[in-house]
């Protein structure tokens, strides 16, 4: 089973880029980021002639996430126990949510597609947000993968941080000043992992980038940063047989700013590349 989470910023317009990864690399799922569109407008056709089926969380056109799969797509859920909202200016607790995560039930794996907010600034509100809906994630996360540590679990997408220093190549993102490498941030990342998940692809690709901003050549100059990641259970990772980050998918014409990391699994169910035995 390979499995991969792209923030594709924007499915509308890079849906012939997106489609034709997925057939040439035998993707089985894709999760999706940033998709920027409503469910009415999304490019469904494209997807359904590819052989795969679609769970779509988009309210507007900002963020916005989705899943892609070859099976049958099951027990769908646009947000996570806990997850909180924003908009800018209203303080409280009934602030609306986003179109930032949508789970579901894939051949036995439960994947969550996860745009976790950008933070702008460390004195911004948004900052506040998105170290709260971080801290309501591993909340959730240590719920599940205590609950139900015998099912393959995976938060997948575009955490917005950088753990280490070594994932930072852009020289104008600078701890203290800068969102994404800050101490609160990072701690937060590792919370995460402490909840129950770790990255299954940082040991098979221990360097890397998976993102570079589209300004003043950073692509070229391979100023990126390593913000993409696959976080699995117990389970999901031991179930883990490679992984890959694709970095060729940020050149050409109209690409994203993020390229898809992938991992394969070899789950119980796998049984196509066995030998067969005859009596």
Known sequence: MRIASWNVNSIRTRVDRVVDWMVREDVDVLAMQEIKCKPEQFPIEQFEEAGYELAIHGLNQWNGVAIASRSPIEQVETSFAG???FLKGLEG???PQEARAIGATVDGVHVWSLYVPNGRSLGDPHYTYKLDWLAALADYTRGQTTARP????????????APF????GDPVVVEGLSTHVSPPERQAFFTLENAGVTDVVRPRVPEGYTYWDYKQLKFPRNEGMRIDFILGSAAFAEAVTSASIHRNERKGVAPSDHVPVLVELALGGDDE???MIFG
Do not use: K, S
Not at 165 to 168: A, G, P, R, S, Y
């Open 83 to 85: 997850m909180p909202g």
């Open 93 to 95: 607790p009934d602030q």
């Open 150 to 161: 015998e099912v393959p679990f995976a938060l997948m997408g575009d955490f917005n941080i």
């Open 165 to 168: 220093d070594e994932d930072n």
């Open 273 to 275: 590349d066995l030998p």
